[in-house]
C-alpha cells in the first residue's frame, strides 16, 4: 500500500484545510485508515481514525468538535477536514493504513505510512 498526503500548507488561527490522502491499494475499502502529527521536537501522535466503512471513528480530545475524519471508498482516498485550526496544529501531518478494517488508535497498529504535509498555523 501506498500512501499520498496532500492539502497541508499555512494558514492563520480561525482557518481551515481539507488533507487528503491517496492510496493505490486495490483493497481499500477492507483497511482502516489513521492521521497522525508530527510537532517539532516532539512525537508522532494520533489525530483521528476511521475503520473500513467510515461508520466508527476516534478523535483524540484536542481536535474533537474541530476535525473530522472520512474516507470515499470508490476514490481510495482518506481526508482530514480541519476547522477552526489553532497554532498547536501546526505538525507534519501523516496518513497511515492498517492491515485490518478496524479502527486501531496507536502507530503499532499501522503497517503503511504516507510522506507527510506539513501543516502550520500562524496565530
Known amino acids: 500500500v501506498q500512501l499520498q498526503a496532500s492539502g497541508g500548507g499555512l494558514v492563520q488561527a480561525g482557518d481551515s484545510l481539507r488533507l487528503s490522502c491517496a492510496a493505490s491499494?486495490?483493497?481499500?475499502?477492507?483497511?482502516?485508515m489513521g492521521w497522525f502529527r508530527q510537532a517539532s521536537g516532539k512525537e508522532r501522535v494520533i489525530v483521528a481514525a476511521?475503520?473500513?466503512?467510515?461508520?466508527?471513528?476516534y478523535y483524540t480530545d484536542s481536535v474533537k468538535g474541530r476535525f473530522t475524519i472520512s474516507r470515499d471508498n470508490a476514490k481510495n482516498t482518506l481526508y482530514l477536514q480541519m476547522n477552526s485550526l489553532k497554532s498547536e496544529d501546526t505538525a507534519i501531518y501523516y496518513c497511515?493504513?492498517?492491515?485490518?478494517?478496524?479502527?486501531?488508535?496507536?502507530?503499532?497498529?499501522?503497517?503503511?505510512w504516507g510522506q507527510g504535509t506539513q501543516v502550520t498555523v500562524s496565530s
Open positions: 497511515a493504513a492498517r492491515i485490518g478494517s478496524y479502527i486501531a488508535a496507536s502507530q503499532s497498529g499501522y503497517n503503511y
Open positions: 491499494t486495490r483493497t481499500f475499502k477492507n483497511i482502516g
Open positions: 476511521i475503520n473500513w466503512s467510515g461508520d466508527n471513528t
